[in-house]
Each structure stands twice: as structure tokens, then as C-alpha cells.
């Protein structure tokens, strides 16, 4: 059974705290994407990832940064924590481009508090 | 750009009442179409798919057509169940450089028994 998996299902920070979110994936997918959810705003693209060591900026990169060392880890970093970062935060990946149709698998999500 | 826009909710329904959840596009290309369901406390899970014209997704009762004279992807169920209560959100791909999919805002489901 293909996996993403989250290294929590709930975190509590405190403001200026640096905060590290894992993504683990076993479908050896090139292809890796930090979203965050939020009461009325859907899912908003923060970072994604095509390959080791590449990253691209999406929607809302400000306040965030990642890290791809390895082709299944995909580690999205708050350098310091924030009370607006509190929300649900959602990792997936997907085969590479050029593979219809295109469908990323999701973890089950990390809901981080920032107090 | 590329858009999906859905209708909002909550959507309240009866157990075994019929279900639409509208969703309309905007893309350049030719994208594929999804429905994803996210169950509480979940992520999001892909429900089904559609990758042209005409072609009809279906999954555990679940169906929706992609129209693309109307540019829509309605998903519809024939009787609702309990445990169908979830956020379902529609969202599109277009092939291009960055492999990315975009989401609609979600339509969250309740079923009442």
C-alpha cells in the first residue's frame, strides 16, 4: 500500500520557535508539495519539489523554507514560528512530470498550534 | 490562468437523498480533472478521475463527466450514505513545467441520518 506518512499529527509551538515538518514518501515519486489548509481558503501551495536539492516557490512561500536531501524526504522548516502559521499542513507527492494523470498522494496532515 | 471554482457550502442532506456538487473550470490545454475527498481528521484522498472529454470518473457511487462544452466536472451520488460526510474538493491539472494540480476551495458534505 503506497504511503506518505507525517512525522506528527499534532504539534504546539511558541512564537519564534524554529519548526521542522517531516514528509516521508515510499512511492519513490520525483515529485513532492507542502500545502496548508485553512477554514475558507482550500489548500494553499507554500513549496514544492522535483527532484533531490531542487525546490520552487508557490503560493504562499513567505515565512517558510524546505529542504530535499533525500529523493523520498521533504522537510518544510518555519524559521521562526508565528501565531498566523498556526493551521493544518499537508504534504504529497506525485510521479514526474510527463506521467498522466498527474495524481498526488497525501499524507494525513500535521495540525500545528503556534502560541 | 488556470481555476476551478466549486459551489460552497455545507451542503446538509439526508441519508439516501440524491447528491450535485458543481464545479467549473478555467484552463488553458487540456487538463485532467479530480475529485478528492478529505474525511475528518484525514488527508486528502483522491475519489476519482477524468483525463478528457466526455470521459466519466466513478468511484464507490460516486460519478462525475467531464463536460468540457460546459467546462464542468459535477460530482453526483444517488443516495448519500452517513459516512459519506466529508470536504470534497474538485481540482484540475494541466501538463507543464511545474506538475502542479489546482485545487477548488472545497464543499464540506454533512449527512444526516
Known amino acids: 500500500d503506497v504511503k506518505v506518512t507525517q512525522s506528527s499529527r499534532y504539534l504546539v509551538k511558541r512564537t519564534g520557535e524554529k519548526v521542522f515538518l517531516e514528509c516521508v514518501q515510499d512511492?519513490?515519486?520525483?515529485?513532492m508539495f507542502w500545502y496548508r489548509q485553512d477554514p475558507g481558503l482550500g489548500l494553499r501551495l507554500i513549496y514544492f519539489?522535483?527532484?533531490?536539492?531542487?525546490?520552487e516557490k508557490g503560493d504562499i512561500p513567505e515565512g517558510y523554507s524546505v529542504s530535499r536531501e533525500k529523493k523520498e524526504r521533504f522537510s518544510l522548516i518555519l524559521e521562526s514560528a508565528s501565531t498566523n502559521q498556526t493551521s493544518m499542513y499537508l504534504c504529497?507527492?506525485?510521479?514526474?512530470?510527463?506521467?498522466?494523470?498527474?495524481?498526488?498522494?497525501f499524507g494525513p496532515g500535521t495540525r500545528l498550534t503556534v502560541l | 490562468g488556470n481555476s476551478v471554482t466549486q459551489m460552497e457550502g455545507p451542503v446538509t442532506l439526508s441519508e439516501e437523498a440524491f447528491l450535485t456538487i458543481n464545479c467549473t473550470y478555467t484552463?488553458?490545454?487540456?487538463?485532467?480533472l479530480f475529485w478528492y475527498v478529505q474525511y475528518p481528521g484525514e488527508g486528502l484522498q483522491l475519489l476519482l478521475k477524468?483525463?478528457?472529454?466526455?470521459d466519466k470518473g466513478s468511484n464507490k457511487g460516486f460519478e462525475a463527466t467531464y463536460r468540457k462544452e460546459t467546462t464542468s466536472f459535477h460530482l453526483e451520488k444517488g443516495s448519500v450514505q452517513v459516512s459519506d460526510s466529508a470536504v470534497y474538493f474538485c481540482?484540475?491539472?494541466?501538463?507543464?513545467?511545474?506538475?502542479?494540480?489546482?485545487f477548488g476551495k472545497g464543499t464540506r458534505l454533512h449527512i444526516l441520518p
Open positions: 504529497a507527492s506525485s510521479p514526474a512530470l510527463g506521467r498522466m494523470p498527474n495524481e498526488q498522494f
Open positions: 484552463a488553458t490545454g487540456y487538463p485532467s
Open positions: 477524468a483525463t478528457k472529454a466526455d
Open positions: 519539489s522535483y527532484d533531490v536539492k531542487m525546490k
Open positions: 512511492m519513490d515519486h520525483e515529485n
Open positions: 481540482a484540475l491539472s494541466v501538463l507543464n513545467r511545474d506538475d502542479k494540480i489546482i
